[in-house]
């Protein structure tokens, strides 16, 4: 299994209820990642997600399984690329724990069981994600991620 370890933390200032909506609606989700955090029978432990690309062909980009699920306080996640979803080695692990401090929400993205190349992209691509999703939750106004 792979070890490397990517780790992110951001201060917001927002209530965990809406930090930990943002994670998990798609229509809000949409608006700041320009995908859709989508299960298929809600965000139960052991029930299949996918993070699909809200444009008109609606790209399915990553796949998982929901492996914990503590509202407004973490969700865990399985992560891999839909083609490799049968070959549980290729999973990547992603946490996503709120906590408040103060008046503010720190919230500190954890992804882990990553090979070198994965863990490349995605240390690229979540500061963006989260970034974008600081701003449009303090200004209403995301950030083009993918500028």
Do not use: C
């Not at 029978?41 to 993070?51: C, I, R």
């Amino acid at each position: 299994m792979d070890t490397e370890k990517f780790v992110y933390v951001t201060y917001i200032a927002a209530t965990p209820e809406k930090v930990w909506q943002a994670l998990i609606e798609g229509e809000i989700t949409r608006q700041y990642w320009a995908h859709e955090n989508v299960p298929e029978a809600g965000w139960k432990p052991g029930t299949k997600w996918q993070h699909v690309a809200a444009n008109e062909q609606r790209t399915v980009k990553v796949i998982g399984e929901v492996l914990e699920h503590i509202p407004q306080k973490r969700l865990v996640l399985s992560w891999v690329g839909p083609s490799n979803f049968a070959d549980k080695t290729r999973h990547t692990r992603v946490a996503m724990d709120i906590e408040t401090v103060g008046d503010m929400v720190r919230l500190t993205i954890t992804h882990d069981q990553l090979n070198p190349e994965t863990a490349a992209a995605i240390s690229k691509g979540w500061p963006r994600v989260i970034s974008s999703l600081k701003s449009f939750l303090e200004t209403g106004k995301p950030l083009d991620v993918f500028a």
